[in-house]
């Protein structure tokens, strides 16, 4: 059975930094893609990192370029998002995800398995 565990959210002031970590169970991990996405009240879920866990090769979103780092822990079966610089438009429900298919994709239909969320909220 596949289970994604969100943690580390929370409120931040703007500029701040928080790590999100995804503990993850249940995957053939050497041929997924971990994903985080995010979802803010009223708008559609938004790709925020990915990783392959095959190579490490990392992709991101746009809007967090140069801010976010997404990174896993082959050996405890982690995957985290370290965000920095963070602005009230961070503001969302973050989820974990990951796409059977080991693939460099920036979709959520894309992705099978979720997590339940976490809540960060960044102050002005």
């Known amino acids: 059975q596949v289970q994604l565990v969100e943690s580390g959210g929370g409120l931040v002031q703007a500029g701040g930094s928080l790590r999100l970590s995804c503990a993850a169970s249940?995957?053939?991990?050497?041929?997924?893609?971990m994903g985080w996405f995010r979802q803010a009240p009223g708008k559609e879920r938004e790709f925020v990192a990915g990783?392959?866990?095959?190579?490490?090769?990392?992709f991101y979103g746009d809007s967090v370029k140069g801010r976010f780092t997404i990174s896993r822990n082959t050996a405890n079966l982690m995957v985290y998002l370290q965000m920095n610089r963070l602005k009230p438009e961070d503001t969302a429900v973050y989820y974990c995800?990951?796409?059977?298919?080991?693939?460099?994709?920036?979709?959520?239909?894309?992705?099978?398995?979720w997590g339940q969320g976490t809540q960060v909220t960044v102050s002005s």
């Open positions: 249940g995957l053939a991990f050497s041929s997924y893609t």
């Open positions: 990783i392959k866990w095959s190579g490490g090769t990392t």
């Open positions: 995800a990951a796409d059977i298919a080991g693939r460099e994709r920036y979709n959520a239909p894309d992705y099978r398995y």
